[in-house]
């Protein structure tokens, strides 16, 4: 069946990078544009970073510039690298196939930052 399992979150200072992964498993990568959301303590979950079956990126404006989405087919694996993190980026990121199926929400990663 399909699975998303979400890694790399942790606490960092504000200014910090950290590298999220998302392995998939139980249906074809390659085929699926997908996206990262996050949700931030109180608020509803956004989406941040998209990218297409051909690897057209697209972002939030709030993450635009220090955020970067990128995919590994072969490794069945979408990637999150956040950069020069800000204390608004704290929250629990959750990588779904764009649009975000309802059915395949799994535990996500929680990302404190913090000084």
């Known amino acids: 069946q399909v699975q998303l399992v979400e890694s790399g979150g942790g606490v960092v200072q504000p200014g910090g990078s950290l590298r999220l992964s998302c392995a998939t498993s139980g249906f074809a990568l390659r085929f699926y544009a997908m996206g990262w959301y996050r949700q931030a303590p109180g608020k509803e979950r956004e989406l941040v970073a998209s990218?297409?079956?051909?690897?057209?990126?697209n972002h939030a404006d709030s993450v635009k510039g220090r955020f970067t989405i990128s995919r590994d087919n072969a490794k069945n694996t979408v990637y999150l690298q956040m950069n020069s993190l800000k204390p608004d980026d704290t929250g629990v990121y959750y990588c779904?196939?764009?649009?975000?199926?309802?059915?395949?929400w799994g535990q996500g990663t929680q990302v404190t930052v913090s000084s």
């Open positions: 990218i297409t079956v051909g690897g057209i990126t």
């Open positions: 779904n196939f764009y649009g975000g199926r309802p059915d395949y």
